[in-house]
């Protein structure tokens, strides 16, 4: 099992930017595709991103793709999320969350999950 600590939410008024940033636990990071969910009030947590083991491939929700950029820094056990141009919709609880295989798979395949970082971008 894989522990996880995000950071990097707070306030941030709309066209801002925010780094989200998920520090893993563990020595074989690297073995793990790690994603970002997030989960806005009376709404079902929904997908953002997910990145490979290696960083090769990631994947974009329709709604964040040209706005957000998943990279991960394998030697500091630590995935992040750069968001640009944020809107009041991509307020939300945001999640850290690992997959045990280094491959992206598909949302549902993500066990492990962090506490999650409060975003909030005001109009």
């Known amino acids: 099992q894989v522990q996880l600590v995000e950071s990097g939410g707070g306030l941030v008024q709309a066209g801002g930017s925010l780094r989200l940033s998920c520090a893993a636990s563990?020595?074989?990071?690297?073995?793990?595709?790690m994603g970002w969910f997030r989960q806005a009030p009376g709404k079902e947590r929904e997908f953002v991103s997910s990145i490979s083991g290696t960083g090769s491939f990631t994947w974009y929700a329709d709604s964040v793709k040209g706005r957000f950029t998943i990279y991960r820094i394998n030697a500091k056990n630590t995935v992040y999320l750069q968001m640009h141009s944020l809107k009041p919709e991509d307020t939300a609880v945001y999640y850290c969350?690992?997959?045990?295989?280094?491959?992206?798979?598909?949302?549902?395949?993500?066990?492990?999950w962090g506490q999650g970082t409060q975003v909030t971008v005001s109009s």
């Open positions: 563990g020595r074989t990071f690297s073995r793990n595709a």
């Open positions: 969350a690992a997959r045990s295989d280094s491959a992206i798979g598909t949302p549902e395949d993500y066990n492990d």
